[in-house]
């Protein structure tokens, strides 16, 4: 089954402390894309990579590191998670990018609690 | 900034009625939209998608509209289904950029039995 998969779904972790949310697409897909979700300001880009070793910030990239050392998965990394990034994030892939003809599927989404 | 926005938060009808959810956007040098559908607990989903150079297009039971003289995007959805309800964003890409979109707020549909 095509798909993107995050992990961890849900996660609560203090300040401070270091962590990585995966996520991994099997439908060879070039870009992929991390999103925030927050209530009353919607979705917001963190980072997005069009391929292999190459990404670029989104709109809100401070506090957000990713890689893309493989095709299907694309980490992104809090190296020192604070309050104010708690939040549902989504990670997502396309073929090659946003334009027509380039459907972006989303995976299930992981809820971070920062306290 | 640019930004994409939605003129109602939460709309409510009667399972068979049509549904119409309405999205402003302010960059005029936009050239795609999306629709996407979001139910509880899951990620955005694909619905349809419209290029600029469209005023209109159809899919299974949904259509979207686009009028580039007032920068507006609807979403019609045809006799509405309890399967419908769900939060429904606007998205649109900027000319000249295929990797970045912007997001609207969203649209509570809820479909009442």
């Known amino acids: 089954e095509a798909q993107v998969t995050q992990n961890p779904r849900y996660l609560i972790t203090v300040t401070g402390k270091k962590l990585t949310v995966t996520c991994s697409q099997n439908?060879?897909?070039?870009?992929m894309s991390w999103y925030r979700q927050d209530p009353g300001l919607g979705l917001r880009q963190i980072y997005y990579?069009?391929?292999?070793?190459?990404?670029d910030k989104g709109d809100v990239p401070e506090g957000y590191k990713v890689s893309r050392k493989e095709k299907r998965n694309f980490p992104l990394i809090l190296e020192s998670p604070s309050p104010n990034q708690t939040s549902l994030y989504f990670c997502?892939?396309?073929?090659?990018?946003?334009?027509?003809?380039?459907?972006?599927?989303f995976g299930p989404g992981t809820r971070l609690t920062v306290l | 900034g640019e930004s994409v926005g939605l003129h109602l938060p939460t709309l409510s009808v009667q399972e068979g009625d049509n549904s119409i959810i309405n999205c402003a956007y302010s960059?005029?040098?936009?050239?795609?939209f999306i629709w996407y559908k979001q139910e509880s607990g899951k990620g955005p989903q694909f619905i349809i998608d419209?290029?600029?150079?469209?005023d209109k297009r159809q899919g299974q039971r949904v259509t979207v509209l686009l009028n580039k003289t007032v920068k507006h995007l609807s979403l019609q959805i045809a006799a509405t289904q309890p399967g419908d309800s769900a939060v429904y964003f606007c998205?649109?890409?900027?000319?000249?950029?295929?990797?970045?979109?912007?997001f609207g707020k969203g649209t509570l549909l809820t479909v009442n039995p």
């Open positions: 997502a892939s396309s073929l090659t990018g946003t334009g027509a003809y380039n459907e972006q599927f």
């Open positions: 439908m060879n897909h070039e870009y």
């Open positions: 990579s069009m391929n292999v070793e190459v990404t």
């Open positions: 960059n005029s040098a936009s050239d795609y």
């Open positions: 419209i290029r600029s150079n469209m």
């Open positions: 998205a649109e890409k900027g000319r000249g950029s295929n990797y970045k979109l912007t």
